[in-house]
């Protein structure tokens, strides 16, 4: 069980070393501003008018259950993987020391099992996608694009080996479909009078 833990370990370390070498100024400062949760305002602005759309007169509800979808994939992420499994990031790794392309010095925390952005970001879009009103393949695509630009951001950034990236993105996918199909088994079921 050890070598075929450290077989992935060291593939998951040569993918790292492929894809966070292929840098050049204009991806950074790309793959910077991508990982940033700020710049994201107006996209998150976009998915609450979609979902006001189709729920507007209870869209407090998917608003609520949005934030507990983020508290419980930020939450699980740190005190379930990352506090219990103590891998480190790529730029804290000594055995990488000299090899990872680290963009304005940042690296976060020492521990990066799984990522954090890439559960929240994914649970966030599969969350949107699950409660849409037409599950149209533009727009299904368009936001599986954005989430995974975000996802690699991290990856480039020399923050997270890919394994991290496509853990955070399995998990939050799971997460944000669940608490979607939870909301709208919720939201079907007729009010109970007072």
């Known amino acids: 069980m050890n070598s075929f833990i450290n077989t992935l370990n060291n593939w998951d370390t040569e993918l790292f070393l492929l894809l966070n070498g292929?840098?050049?100024?204009?991806?950074?400062?790309?793959?910077?501003?991508a990982s940033d949760k700020l710049i994201w305002i107006p996209v998150y602005i976009l998915f609450?008018?979609?979902?006001?759309?189709?729920y507007y007169n209870k869209i407090w509800i998917v608003m609520?259950?949005?934030?507990l979808l983020i508290f419980l994939s930020d939450q699980i992420s740190v005190h379930l993987f990352k506090d219990v499994f103590l891998r480190l990031r790529p730029c804290h790794d000594p055995s990488l020391e000299g090899m990872v392309h680290l963009v304005n010095g940042k690296c976060g925390g020492s521990f990066g099992f799984y990522?954090?952005?890439?559960?929240?970001?994914?649970?966030?879009?599969?969350?949107?996608?699950?409660?849409?009103?037409?599950?149209?393949?533009?727009?299904?695509?368009?936001?599986?694009?954005?989430?995974?630009?975000?996802?690699?951001?991290?990856?480039?950034?020399?923050?997270?080996?890919?394994?991290?990236?496509?853990?955070?993105?399995?998990?939050?996918?799971?997460?944000?479909?669940?608490?979607?199909?939870?909301?709208?088994?919720?939201?079907?079921?007729?009010?109970?009078?007072?």
């Open 22 to 33: 292929a840098h050049n100024s204009f991806w950074d400062f790309i793959m910077f501003w």
């Open 115 to 194: 990522s954090s952005h890439a559960s929240n970001i994914f649970a966030i879009a599969v969350f949107v996608i699950s409660l849409m009103r037409k599950k149209e393949a533009w727009a299904i695509l368009l936001i599986l694009i954005w989430a995974g630009l975000i996802a690699y951001s991290r990856i480039y950034l020399g923050v997270h080996y890919p394994g991290d990236v496509l853990a955070g993105a399995l998990v939050g996918s799971f997460l944000g479909w669940m608490v979607a199909r939870f909301l709208k088994n919720l939201l079907k079921k007729p009010a109970i009078p007072i």
């Open 64 to 67: 609520i259950f949005a934030a």
């Open 48 to 54: 609450l008018f979609m979902l006001w759309r189709r």
